[in-house]
């Protein structure tokens, strides 16, 4: 105990870290952060084993990813989501999922349909009222309701705040005054709901039982509504941000300072990364928080489910398979560019700020693992407790080998993006989809304004479609135990298409055979 006792302070003592330390050896904070932050990501789960990030872009976003939502429940991956991080127009899409998942009835269904090569009959829980708890009041009452243009009129009145408006909408249409703390009621995924701090620089999040940021450090939710989280998340500079919240003690003992990860040399690197920050900056930041879109930090909502998976490496546990949606809009080509100081100004600004979001993407398709018989072979030793130890022991193997054995396997799909030919796929997507067709979708404004019916569907037709093309680049769904998910395909609105100059109907890519990954990837 002296032992683990004094590696603990002098581990504080390298990281600068400051806290009061408990009977055991551990901070004070670390219980609170535990079992707020880390627990429900910790836990192995057998069932749960994906993380989905719904990225940001208005309504078109939304309504992408309602349609990735159905197809990731027609597979039965719904209820294998182990965690749901949202930015601004994803956030409105996970903020209806969180507020109705203690209402979806799921129902275990047999997927033994004609399949792969190979397949085998495997069972699924779909939840039957997806349409009706999620679907239906994005698609039939919001995306049909302009609310930006009253919301940024409103903020030019004294006293008036764009943000609280917003904020007073959702409720009205969708959340009925739901509270962050009734989403840890109801079960599921952890959702966290992604806004950027305007003092800070950094991410804030919020949870059902906590919120904040690094810097700031996390409190509990108290009465903040899923509203103004969702508000926040999606708080479109200039106009409809900041939201101001105001938290519900400013206490020093209320709030907690949370580490993401400890490592075996000292307290998190990024740390370096960090700028010092004065006590009484902090107590000012507790008070009164601004809050402006998620997506000025991380438009793909992915910084909390790295936080997660690093979390679990450490610990020598799988990290969950990352599936990310993206309905961004990102700068476009153009191949004659003004260049006047303004105009490539605001060009240089757009290339400047979608670029962060492709290199998250880049690094995560890097770091999705691809089983072959030489690392699964070696890693199964150092799955082995006795073995993991013994190495462990004597300095061995060092991290990126845990990182290799443990870490998880990633699938990407965009609005604007056509998916790349898989080889067990056919028929391939080019033939059949118009790129201008996607162009158009993919250029729909980012706001929260109303968009005809047809437009509608074609974006849930879209993100359907994308969702199913990219499950596909995820290894271990092409084991035969697993690969009837990949057969299931039935378009939304068949009628709408995904564009007008797409007349093909043969939109569902089918899997022609299974047992691609050799050996297969084990039990998670």
């Known amino acids: 105990m002296r032992l683990r006792n004094a590696l603990v302070i002098a581990l504080a003592c390298l990281s600068g870290s400051g806290g009061a330390l408990g009977a055991e050896g551990e901070y004070a904070d670390d219980a609170w952060c535990r079992d707020r932050l880390w627990a429900p990501v910790e836990k192995p789960d057998p069932a749960r084993n994906f993380a989905l990030s719904l990225s940001g872009g208005g309504y078109r976003a939304m309504l992408y ?74 698609m039939k009452r919001l995306a049909d309701t302009t609310i930006d243009v009253p919301a940024v009129v409103s903020g030019f009145f004294p006293g008036g705040s764009s943000a609280d408006v917003v904020a007073n909408r959702y409720d009205e249409i969708l959340f009925g005054g739901a509270k962050l703390a009734d989403l840890g009621k109801t079960g599921g995924p952890l959702f966290i709901f992604n ?43 200039p106009f409809l941000s900041p939201l101001y919240l105001r938290p519900p003690s400013a206490r020093a003992d209320d709030w907690k300072d949370c580490r993401p990860v400890q490592f075996v040399h000292a307290n998190d690197p990024r740390a370096h990364t960090r700028r010092t920050i004065r006590d009484e900056d902090r107590a000012r930041y507790r008070e009164e928080v601004y809050l402006t879109d998620g997506g000025v930090r991380d438009n793909l909502g992915m910084v909390a489910v790295d936080q997660a998976n690093r979390r679990r490496i450490n610990q020598s546990r799988y990290a969950l398979d990352e599936l990310i949606s993206d309905g961004g809009r ?95 796929f056919e028929p391939r997507p080019e ?43 995820i290894n271990r769904l092409w084991q035969c135990s697993q690969a009837q998910r990949l057969s299931v395909c039935a378009m939304p609105y068949e009628s709408s298409g995904v564009g007008p100059r797409t007349t093909t109907r043969e939109y569902c890519l089918r899997p022609v055979k299974c047992d691609a990954i050799k050996p297969e990837v084990p039990a998670r």
Not at 402 to 412: E, Q, S, V
Not at 434 to 449: F, K, V, Y
Not at 452 to 468: I, K, M
Request: net charge negative; charged share 20%.
């Open 65 to 138: 990813h309602i349609g990735a939502l159905r197809r990731l429940n027609e597979a039965g991956l719904l209820a294998e989501l182990a965690v749901v991080s949202s930015v601004s127009g994803g956030s409105i899409t996970a903020g209806m999922l969180a507020k109705a998942w203690g209402e979806l009835e799921f129902e275990t269904r047999t997927l033994d349909a004609a399949g792969p090569s190979g397949a085998l009959p495997l069972e699924v829980r779909i939840a039957t009222n997806f349409e009706s708890r999620v679907s239906e009041p994005l």
């Open 195 to 237: 806004a950027t701090s305007l003092q800070t620089g950094e991410l804030w999040q919020f949870r059902s039982n906590a919120m904040g940021g690094p810097s700031a450090g996390w409190t509990t939710p108290g009465e903040t509504r899923l509203a103004q989280a969702v508000a926040a998340s999606s708080a479109f500079p």
């Open 330 to 424: 990102t700068f476009g080509f153009d191949p004659d560019p003004a260049t006047n100081w303004l105009s490539q100004g605001f060009r240089v600004m757009g290339i400047t700020s979608t670029e962060p979001d492709l290199l998250r993407i880049d690094a995560m398709l890097d770091r999705a693992i691809s089983y072959t018989e030489d690392n699964a072979a070696h890693c199964a030793l150092y799955r082995s407790e006795d073995r993991r130890l013994e190495k462990e022991r004597k300095g061995e193997p060092s991290y990126r080998l845990k990182a290799l054995c443990f870490g998880g396997d990633g699938a990407y799909w965009g609005v604007q993006r056509l998916p790349p030919a898989h080889q067990y």
């Open 431 to 473: 033939p059949w989809i118009e790129i201008d067709d996607l162009a158009d979708l993919g250029n729909i404004p980012t706001r929260l304004s109303a968009l005809d019916q047809v437009t509608r569907e074609r974006l849930v037709n879209w993100g359907y479609l994308s969702a199913h093309y990219g499950l596909g680049f």
